[in-house]
């Protein structure tokens, strides 16, 4: 078996909000908590959840925009923070790359798309200075944009045609592996398809590794290889695509399966939805045990107590629910 | 057929801007039977927003201006009445549902002050009758405890209890016309789905019409039963919702339901829409969505009118006209084969 290009071990970020005056942590956010996973190369990985789970924070510490609070993150064995603080991590941010969730936000308005596409060509000398030009102009035309639009601002852009130019950047830097991070939910539906439809191909075509976080589960399903769906800060089940779709086993992630409107009138027609009482909890202050429990209908005396670890169930298919796999 | 609720008629709306006039609708006519569920669909920029906002008389003058059109309710045209009248009609009779729940609130004043407005503004109830209704009303939408949320700002809840409240508001007197502009898109998909279920309650109980304005064609698949398919400011086809997604008549429609992945379609690649919609201040002569059509032919050339169709369907394509190639239309119902 191939070795994974990416691996997640325990991996922690709690944010700090509130100090005492000696710089005691008194009030932390545990956005992510104990998350392990591993992404193959080559493949995609998706990364569902509600609005605050955790799934940027997860996304953004992978490429080194965040230290971890505990865990770590390995990229083709080698610990990524570690890398990064050293001499060699000129190379390592090379490697990892992110696609932003808001292509208005995440352009340097005062730059040309050229020079946004050839920045990372300059930072890690990618490319003779005379042949800059053709290699942006190569990028461009890869993600479908017309070469003659380098001199040109983000601005003069509709968001599906400036996400393509965040693709183009991230694409610059020839990197293994992209995090994904909502990168169509602010385009309409016509071009969400063309922006899927070009990762696919670059996948297919350079072989990319991607994780993808959305919360569109069924775009998700459609790009991911495999799922991971998070619940405030914990991984709480882990699957192929279809193993997932068709037989989600943490009572979470029935939930938010039953939730998503399908394209079908008859098949919504006879659908019953499974509804969560009450609202997430606070991230300050999870709930002991199973984070779910305060809103799960199956909740027992155990999920209090015990936090259910994550577990394969021989198949690939991992669930993090007493229910699944009783302790003994 | 039930007496229509609202008639629209030839509806054109222009915004005067400094790079020219942009004509945001382009004629849009339609009508709505009393305590039906009708969708409109497209993507931005298409007028849905546009068309609830003209119809609500609530579009910013200047720069918008209702060119021509009328809307008839209740025996009256709302797109000529004298904003006293208006006023007296919105949020009483007719009302709306915000996109944002985070902004259309205000921030400064309480839950009860936003929420009772109503009732003292339509029906002249007093304060403390006011709150008790609105405490009622917040109960209808799913919150509890609806004497605290009263005292409460909108900072202090969240989303999906914003969106609630909006829906409250805009429920406070019973209107028989209510348009929801993407009442779902900033909420997860678990909040939706408890918010969809809301406004089905809410029409099967008080019979209230209601217009959804949304790009989620799974939204409207669950909630619907006729839909309305915008594009550049026209309709461009108008079915019941089991037709529209067994059988789409219009190029464009065929192209949003191709373009959202379907678990019966697991693991076909997707078949987007190419290009981009047209820029509305030189609308195209011709059909607007010729140059994104795989299904394009000569006539097309000339701008297709809005067929009639059976089973109470419409749709402005030249493949509808008795005349058009058979070997087009046939494509067209099988999918359309590139």
Known sequence: MNRPLVEVHNLSKHFVIYRSWSGRPLKTVQAVDDVSFFIMPGETLGLVGETGCGKSTVGRTLVGLYEPTAGAALLEGRDIHATLRSKEQSDFRRRLQIIFQDP??????????????GEPLDIHQLVAPSQRRERIQELLLQVGLDPEHAARYPHEFSGGQRQRVGIARALAAQPDFIVCDEPISALDVSIQAQIINLMQDLQQSIGLTYLFIAHDLSMVRHLSHRIAVMYLGSLVELADSAALFSEPQHPYSQALLSAIPLPDPKVEATRERIFMPGEVPSPINPPSGCRFRTRCSHAMPICAENTPQLLDDGTGHHTACHLVHPAT | MQPALLTVNNLHVHFRTYAGTVQALRGVDFSLAAGEIVGIVGES?????????????????????????EAWFAGRDLLKLSEKESRRLRGNKLSMIFQDPMTSLNPVLTIGTQLTEPFIEHQSLSQSEANERAAELLKLVGIADGATRLKQYPHQLSGGMRQRVMIAMSLACNPSLLFADEPTTALDVTVQAQILDLLKRLNRELNTTLVLITHD?????????????????????SAPVHNLFAEPLHPYSLGLLQSVPRPDFQGK????????????????????????CRFAMQ????????????????????????????????????????
Request: charged residues 15%.
């Open chain 2, 269 to 292: 690649r997707l078949l987007a829409i190419d290009g981009h919609p047209p820029d509305l201040l030189i609308p195209p002569s011709g059909c607007t969505f010729l140059p994104r």
């Open chain 2, 299 to 338: 006539a097309c050339l000339e701008a297709p009118p809005l067929f009639d169709l059976a089973e109470n369907r419409q749709s402005r394509c030249w493949l509808n006209h008795p005349d058009s190639p058979h070997d087009a239309r046939v494509a067209l119902a099988i999918g359309g084969v590139r």
């Open chain 2, 45 to 69: 920029g298409c007028g849905k927003t546009v068309t609830a906002s003209a119809i609500m008389g609530i579009i910013p003058s200047p720069p918008g201006q209702i060119v021509s059109g």
């Open chain 2, 217 to 237: 064609l799974g939204v409207v698949a669950s909630l619907c039963q006729r839909v309305l398919v915008m594009y550049a400011g026209q309709i461009v086809e």
């Open chain 1, 104 to 117: 208005y936000a995440s352009l340097d308005p005062r730059m040309t798309v050229g020079d946004i596409v």
